[in-house]
């Protein structure tokens, strides 16, 4: 049996660090085709968007945390869109008991999206036990998940060592998926009170 070359037995981490790199691109690019749509940012496109994926991550079967994260948010701006849009809460809710009844996500395991998830976060830099409690994992069950599934293994591998660099980096590069959304109060250019306003 002949053994591998050199550049083939390294072949699998470069794939695991070409799809964390994709997946931690992926709210650039949506941005960038808001703003190809618009011909400019858009920040009520960019909500509805944000809602979009959260609803996404209810009926993949994650709760608050793990939504908020996929849809690049704090818990905070989650609760705060429920409890002020009772369409938008009705189909959260919704979406959660579909996933619940459909067993999308088995207790203690993670499925594609919660994998996403978990990925995008820890290469963004969030830390690797609060990344797994967002999406419904305890540490042992993790690297349990790791030990069983060396694919797996390797993508938090590579997920890891991005966000290691991330936190490496200067301070003004680093970035936190719920920091690049937020509620602002503006005062308008001709009005004396203030509105708040979804960056």
Same mark, same amino acid.
């Given at each position: 049996?002949?053994?591998?070359? %050199?550049?083939?037995?390294?072949?699998?981490?470069?794939?695991?660090?070409?799809?964390?790199?994709? =997946?931690?691109?992926?709210?650039?690019?949506?941005?960038? =085709?808001?703003?190809?749509?618009?011909?400019?940012?858009?920040?009520? $496109?960019?909500?509805?968007?944000?809602?979009?994926?959260?609803?996404?991550?209810?009926?993949?079967?994650?709760?608050?945390?793990?939504?908020?994260?996929? $849809?690049?948010?704090? @818990?905070?701006?989650?609760?705060?869109?429920?409890?002020?849009?009772?369409?938008?809460?009705? $189909?959260?809710?919704?979406?959660?008991?579909?996933?619940? *009844?459909?067993?999308?996500?088995?207790?203690?395991?993670?499925?594609?999206?919660?994998?996403?998830?978990?990925?995008?976060?820890?290469?963004?830099?969030?830390?690797?036990?609060?990344?797994? *409690?967002?999406?419904?994992?305890?540490?042992?069950? =993790?690297?349990?998940?790791?030990?069983?599934? %060396?694919?797996?293994?390797?993508?938090?591998? *590579?997920?890891?060592?991005?966000?290691?660099?991330?936190?490496?980096? %200067?301070?003004?590069?680093?970035?936190?998926?719920?920091?690049?959304?937020?509620?602002?109060?503006? $005062?308008?250019?001709?009005?004396?009170?203030?509105?708040?306003? @979804?960056?």
């Amino acid at each position: 049996m002949k053994n591998p070359k %050199p550049e083939e037995a390294g072949r699998p981490e470069e794939r695991a660090g070409d799809l964390v790199a994709q =997946l931690t691109s992926s709210d650039h690019i949506e941005q960038t =085709l808001i703003s190809a749509i618009h011909g400019r940012p858009d920040h009520t $496109a960019e909500t509805d968007l944000r809602r979009a994926n959260a609803l996404r991550a209810a009926a993949m079967g994650l709760g608050p945390a793990g939504c908020a994260a996929a $849809a690049g948010i704090t @818990e905070s701006l989650l609760a705060n869109w429920r409890s002020s849009d009772t369409t938008f809460d009705t $189909a959260m809710s919704a979406a959660a008991a579909m996933a619940g *009844a459909h067993k999308v996500t088995p207790p203690g395991q993670a499925n594609a999206f919660g994998l996403r998830i978990l990925l995008q976060s820890i290469a963004q830099g969030i830390h690797v036990g609060t990344a797994a *409690a967002a999406v419904g994992l305890r540490r042992d069950q =993790l690297t349990r998940m790791r030990r069983n599934n %060396p694919a797996v293994d390797k993508l938090l591998d *590579a997920a890891i060592l991005q966000g290691r660099t991330v936190q490496a980096g %200067p301070r003004s590069n680093r970035r936190r998926r719920a920091s690049g959304y937020r509620l602002v109060t503006r $005062a308008e250019p001709d009005a004396t009170d203030t509105s708040a306003e @979804e960056l």
